[in-house]
């Protein structure tokens, strides 16, 4: 039997961006509905490539979420699959497991959710496909659900639906983990699997995917973002191909400033940067994060004007076109020169500087930074913790961010041999 289906994850409708109208010219309503947009795209390309049905692998809804216009637009969306005859199928993630909407809303009824108490298997008889799986009971799922799910029935082609960090991932908590060489043993012919947020194809023999989430919604989801289209003849997958969806685009764009003799040459360098991004002719809109970063003559001069900094690159960007870039956030991270002879050449500074590099490489240290900052966690604000910001939880992260610190305490103490 031949047949197409559609494996999507990871949806998060409606995911809010905490904080949004503090970034200056973001367009707040566009971000706000990127996820609806990118769930539409889904939709018309299952109606465009007539799919037989549509997996979703976990995590639909974003939390604890009790705007229930959220399910009433799945509900619309699903309502026009149901018209074409495409059914759904989908398991709960640990996202869903906390989400009000999840619990009370009903569903059309070509939506089947699987049980969250143990796995069970749907067949689709004129197509000879079964489908095995089971959602979150709770959102803090630490057994591997898979080693419950039953042997695939003969005869058919059978698909494992499955929320799961796998063997773990860097960024993602750790939920329902499983052995991947369990999951190629198993006799499925194609697991489809959901939470982590970037597409990764794990096994082809069976095929064993993360297709990503649909839409990326902060600067460490960057890159194209959607699902996973799948074709089958003679019961053999013969084409899986990823689909884009997405309609806001994130990209990290650095500038190598450590050349730039003077304010002018680092814009025409910026400048060149973000004319060089792939994504500017892809029709997406762009939100850009720029890093400039490096050992340079005006270090100085760039700290002191932040504002007309951060206004300068705006305005580059707005060149490229009004509606195509939106500057997300200016990380500055260059560092002044060494002089040679001066007092960034010796003493007391280039013992700060030695340390701070110490305390970089020492994973002792930042796994109690980590320990640190989580016990001082509800005294800061929360906005410093959205997804995207400040990541307490992750030391490499903190290591990434020290010489950003180190620079702060020079410019401090020495505020002259910094210029």
């Known amino acids: 039997m031949d047949f197409t289906f559609i494996h999507a994850a990871d949806i998060h409708l409606d995911s809010p961006l905490v904080g949004l109208e503090r970034y200056e010219g973001a367009p707040v309503e566009y971000v706000r509905g990127a996820t609806r947009q990118a769930f539409r795209n889904l939709v018309q390309l299952a109606l465009e490539e007539k799919v037989n049905f549509v997996l979703i692998a976990g995590d639909l809804y974003d939390g604890d979420w009790r705007d229930y216009n959220t399910g009433l637009f799945f509900a619309a969306q699903a309502g026009l699959l149901r018209q074409a005859g495409i059914p759904i199928y989908l398991v709960r993630g640990n996202h869903d497991a906390a989400s009000q909407i999840t619990r009370q809303l009903r569903l059309p009824d070509n939506v089947y959710d699987f049980s969250t108490r143990k796995p ?12 095995h799986g089971q959602g979150f009971p709770t959102r803090d799922v630490s057994e591997d659900l898979s080693k419950q799910y039953p042997a695939p029935l003969t005869g058919h082609f059978n698909i494992g639906l ?3 960090c796998a063997t773990g991932r860097e960024g993602h908590g750790n939920y329902a983990p499983c052995d991947v060489d369990y999951l190629k043993n198993k006799g499925y012919d194609y697991w489809a699997l959901g939470h982590v947020h970037n597409r990764e194809e794990l096994s082809r023999e069976p095929w064993i995917i993360f297709p990503g989430n649909i839409q990326g919604r902060h600067i460490r989801e960057s890159g194209p973002k959607g699902c996973t289209l799948v074709r089958v003849q003679d019961g053999r997958v013969q084409e899986v191909r990823p689909q884009t969806l997405d309609v806001l685009r ?9 050349s730039c003799a003077s304010y002018g040459e680092l814009l025409e360098r910026a400048k060149s940067e973000i004319g060089a991004v792939p994504e500017l002719r892809e029709g997406h809109l762009l939100a850009l994060r720029l890093v400039l970063s490096g050992a340079c003559p005006i270090h100085r001069q760039l700290q002191v004007n932040r504002q007309g900094l951060d206004n300068d690159l705006r305005a580059l960007a707005t060149e490229q076109g009004p509606e195509s870039i939106w500057i997300e956030k200016v990380r500055l991270q260059t560092r002044p020169q060494t002089r040679a002879g001066g007092l960034l050449a010796g003493g007391p500074v280039d013992t700060l500087r030695w340390f701070m590099a110490e305390l970089g490489t020492d994973d002792t240290f930042l796994e109690e930074l980590v320990s640190a900052l989580e016990r001082e966690r509800n005294t800061l604000p929360g906005d410093l913790f959205q997804e995207g910001e400040l990541d307490p939880g992750d030391p490499q992260y903190l290591g990434e961010l020290l010489p950003q610190v180190e620079e702060l305490i020079l410019s401090r103490l020495c505020p002259k041999e910094a210029d």
């Open 120 to 131: 069970e298997t749907k067949v689709i008889e004129e197509l000879a496909v079964a489908i």
């Open 162 to 164: 499955l929320h799961t």
């Open 250 to 258: 994130w990209h990290l764009c650095k500038v190598d400033a450590a």
